[in-house]
């Protein structure tokens, strides 16, 4: 079963500051299958990127995704008042193997 | 743009069986999959099962022995039960369409319902 580790914790930054969050896999993710969301106090996840890089219908794009094998990325290039978030990254390998991240918090400093 | 929608009852008694269905709008329930992931307080979340418009069903393994799925296409909606409910299975209950479309082991959550809280207690 793939372990996904999400680092930071937690992210304190300011609006227009940069954002790297990252997401490690214990075991290296055929075709990029990784996908990244944003969740809200009190609403449900939303997807931002899925196969690594390739954003979701509608998601601006300051948001962007990239790595391979077991490392991947989710960079928010300039913080927006409503990115502050936790978000999720999530893997696929297999037709019943999926698994989610423990989240990262970006919160305002 | 599509919408989903949870509904069913939000406490449920140990060792009974919960029940959730999920109404789909705006959309064809034949383009996708349908699925179900949790959230219990404080835990990741946790992917339980998909459907196929044909009712072809993915289980979680960790999950298969207490998880059933089924789908109405004239209805748009599909349904979740878990048996044998401990309160370990209180949590956040979404409903998903699992993307992409038309493919044949889909890999990504693209749109989600609101979610139904859960607990089970006596």
């Known amino acids: 079963e793939i372990v996904l580790t999400q680092s930071p914790d937690t992210l304190s930054l300011s609006p227009g500051e940069r954002a790297t969050l990252s997401c490690r896999a214990s075991?290296?993710?055929?075709?990029?299958?990784l996908a990244w969301y944003q969740q809200k106090p009190g609403q449900a996840p939303r997807l931002l990127i899925y196969r690594a890089s390739t954003r979701a219908t509608g998601i601006p794009d300051r948001f962007s995704g990239s790595g391979s094998g077991t490392d991947f990325t989710l960079t928010i290039s300039r913080l927006e008042p409503e990115d502050f978030a936790v978000y999720f990254c999530q893997s696929f390998a297999g037709s019943s193997e999926f698994t989610f991240g423990g989240g990262t918090k970006v919160d305002l400093k | 743009q599509v919408q989903l929608q949870e509904s069913g009852p939000g406490l449920v008694t140990p060792s009974e069986t919960l029940s959730l269905t999920c109404s789909v709008s705006?959309?064809?329930?034949?383009?996708?999959?349908w699925g179900w992931i949790r959230q219990p307080p404080g835990k990741r979340l946790e992917w339980m099962a998909y459907?196929?418009?044909?009712?072809?069903?993915n289980y979680n393994p960790s999950l298969m022995s207490r998880v059933a799925l089924s789908i109405d296409p004239s209805k748009m909606q599909f349904s979740l039960t878990l048996r044998s409910v401990t309160a370990a299975d209180s949590a956040i209950y979404y409903c998903?369409?699992?993307?992409?479309?038309?493919?044949?082991?889909?890999?990504?959550?693209?749109?989600w319902g609101q979610g139904a809280p859960v607990t089970v207690s006596s």
């Open positions: 075991q290296s993710l055929s075709s990029n299958f």
């Open positions: 705006g959309d064809s329930i034949k383009s996708h999959c």
């Open positions: 998903v369409r699992v993307g992409p479309p038309d493919y044949y082991y889909p890999y990504f959550f693209d749109s």
């Open positions: 459907i196929y418009h044909s009712g072809t069903v």
